[in-house]
């Protein structure tokens, strides 16, 4: 019992690191005195810090996973890269630029977390948004119905063995497909960094298995035209996602809670901005993808 008590209390570290930035820069040591990523604000980020997510994060589990949490890995990106040329490059940047340089995994991890980790929580809401009728028009097209996407999702979701996040993504090649898939750890959703999309769990594939964005599963009466295309080949725009990290969800729904969160996260998914993003312009392809931006 004494453990699982352990297990659920917020980590000495990350409380640790999210303190130096409420320091005084005199009191920093030198190495520390220049913060050039930053935690970015959220869509409705005052809210947030004093209420939580309603129904779905206690404002403590909130201030753990995402003030505590995000200044850790904001913290961590700034001394890999301060007075290196990295230091002004946004996270996405980072994350396409060293998805296939496994000496600079670090850097890669820490850039790829801040921009998932943000990209989940900036698609929240305090309050029930509905989805805008042209896209649910669009999603009963091509997934036959909204409850059957969030089914699929939610099962994806919730079938995930270890921390990751599950995405769905619009096709930039093949107007209105839609995809949902998995990226574990820090994995990338972009096809630029498709050498760390990290699609599966590794301990259910073999050495020989072909890993890429050719998993990435179609939906609706897209599904039969899916090919095994190489991996980088899909070119997709993340719209959405929810973070399966344990950190996010176990303080307050416990060890058996993942399917109880996932199922309160889907009411409580901010539809105008996920609208916002399927409509947006651009690619990593141009490094002007909405999503590359958002650090």
């Known amino acids: 019992m004494f453990q699982f008590r352990r297990l659920l209390r917020p980590q000495s570290t990350l409380n640790a690191v999210s303190s130096l930035s ?92 801040a921009h998932n980790n943000h990209f989940f929580f900036n698609c929240l809401s305090p309050t029930p948004v509905n989805i805008p009728d042209a896209f649910a028009m669009n999603i009963r097209d091509t997934c036959s119905s909204v409850e059957s996407l969030k089914l699929d999702f939610l099962a994806t979701a919730n079938a995930m063995f270890g921390p990751g996040f599950v995405w769905l993504a619009k096709n930039l090649e093949r107007e209105g497909l839609l995809h949902i898939f998995c990226t574990y750890n820090a994995g990338s ?38 090919k095994n295309l190489a991996p980088g080949a899909l070119s997709v725009q993340p719209i959405l996602c929810v973070n399966t990290w344990e950190h996010v969800w176990m303080m307050d729904y416990g060890i058996s809670g993942k399917a109880e969160y996932l199922e309160k996260w889907w009411d409580k998914i901010n539809w105008e901005v996920v609208y916002d993003n399927y409509n947006a312009v651009g690619s990593m392809r141009t490094h002007r993808h909405r999503g590359l931006n958002m650090l």
């Open 22 to 113: 409420q320091k005084p820069a005199a009191a920093l040591p030198r190495f520390q005195t220049r913060a050039l990523h930053r935690v970015p604000q959220l869509t409705h980020d005052d809210y947030f810090k004093n209420n939580g997510v309603p129904e779905l994060l206690s404002p403590e589990a909130f201030d753990f996973s995402w003030t505590q949490y995000q200044g850790f890995i904001i913290e961590k990106l700034n001394l890999l890269t301060q007075d290196t040329v990295d230091e002004n490059a946004t996270p996405g940047e980072l994350l396409t630029k060293y998805s296939r340089r496994p000496e600079m995994a670090s850097v890669f991890n820490y850039a790829s977390m």
């Open 189 to 226: 959703p972009y096809p630029a960094a498709y050498a760390r999309r990290q699609p599966v769990d590794m301990a259910t594939h073999t050495r020989e298995t072909a890993l890429g964005n050719q998993y990435a599963g179609s939906m609706g009466a897209h599904s039969a035209n899916q």
